[in-house]
């Protein structure tokens, strides 16, 4: 089991490109999550998906779109980017099946400069 | 709006000792999970241990225990026997309960940033 995985693990944008976050877990999870992390703070919901075709804002979505084609694949996609979109970007999933924790697990991180 | 706070920006521990890393939420909410997660500097997310408002019991996993008080609104996490692998930044999450849409997000105080002295 590899987990959560994100790809790539860093990237550096100019303001106005575009680019995707790549992120895949092989757990079975119906729930997935993007979150991001600013400097000094704690993580906040992006977007979530909780399973293939359905997809909801979270706190901060101005900026990005998703889809969930799959159970196993959840990309977030930055169009236009902009220097506030400088942060470390996280995926995560979870499980809602009878007899899980419902503990959310997380990707490494994509590290994102917006310059 | 549920709100969780870390008060402690930074802590510091000496090896094999005792440390204690609070967090305080608010909520009008009866029924809701607690995490705590550790950040070392590879940035990967790590549960640490989790609490369920409805258990009285403390949460412990190993060397971390949990003092979670309810009335308080208080859950602190606490590290025995401290070491060296144990630096990291620490998360204190909420996350209401029950399941189903944003209602299953995390929500995260800012973190205590925790050195470990040899």
């Known amino acids: 089991n590899a987990g959560v995985t994100q790809t790539p693990k860093f990237r550096i944008l100019k303001i106005g490109q575009s680019m995707t976050l790549q992120c895949t877990q092989d757990m079975n999870h119906n729930y997935m999550y993007w979150y991001r992390q600013d400097p000094g703070m704690g993580l906040k919901l992006i977007y979530y998906s909780v399973g293939a075709g359905i997809t909801d804002k979270g706190e901060v979505p101005n900026g990005y779109n998703v889809s969930r084609s799959t159970t196993e694949d959840f990309p977030l996609r930055l169009e236009l980017a902009a220097p506030s979109q400088t942060s470390v970007y996280f995926c995560?999933?979870?499980?809602?099946?009878?007899?899980?924790?419902?503990?959310?697990?997380f990707g490494p991180g994509t590290r994102l400069t917006v310059l | 709006a549920q709100t969780v706070t870390q008060s402690q920006p930074e802590m510091s521990v000496q090896e094999a000792e005792t440390v204690t890393l609070s967090c305080t939420y608010d909520t009008s909410e009866s029924d809701y999970y607690l995490f705590w997660y550790k950040q070392p500097p590879s940035r990967q997310m790590i549960l640490v241990i989790r609490q369920e408002a409805y258990k009285q019991q403390n949460a412990t996993e190993n060397r971390f225990s949990v003092n979670f008080q309810k009335a308080a609104k208080s859950f602190s996490l606490k590290i025995s026997d401290s070491q060296l692998g144990d630096a990291a930044m620490y998360f204190c999450a909420y996350r209401s309960a029950p399941w189903g849409g944003a209602t299953n997000k995390l929500i995260f105080g800012t973190g205590t940033l925790l050195a470990v002295q040899p």
């Open positions: 995560a999933s979870s499980s809602t099946s009878t007899g899980t924790t419902d503990t959310q697990y």
